[in-house]
């Protein structure tokens, strides 16, 4: 079984930056790739940004050049990061971790990140 815990939410003027931190445990093995996905409010779950498990990343048009994701993988852990700065409002959204294996996407339980004055 594979546990995804998101971390780092909250409320942040436009502007500002937040981290999101998100911790993989348990059995995982055959990893193709990771990332964060969000959803606003109404409207459908896409892809924010990703990088294989030979550290190529990918961001989607809107957060490239804002967003930096990272990937730690210190001794018996596995950890991805998504520093996001110069919020705009349009990022508010639910940011969910998820993990991709040769045979089935994890997922976390999604943090609330919203950008408002």
């Not at 409207?43 to 957060?63: C, K, N, P």
């Not at 990061?81 to 997922?107: F, G, I, S």
């Amino acid at each position: 079984q594979v546990e995804l815990v998101e971390s780092g939410g909250g409320l942040v003027q436009p502007g500002g930056s937040l981290r999101l931190s998100c911790a993989a445990s348990g059995k995982i093995a055959s990893i193709n790739n990771m990332g964060w996905y969000r959803q606003g409010p109404g409207t459908q779950r896409d892809l924010v940004a990703s990088i294989t498990w030979g550290g190529a990343t990918d961001y989607a048009s809107s957060v490239k050049g804002r967003f930096t994701l990272s990937r730690d993988t210190a001794a018996n852990t596995l950890a991805l990061n998504l520093q996001m700065n110069n919020l705009k409002p349009e990022d508010t959204a639910v940011y969910y971790c998820y993990l991709a294996t040769v045979l089935r996407h994890y997922w976390g339980q999604g943090t609330q990140v919203t950008v408002s004055s």
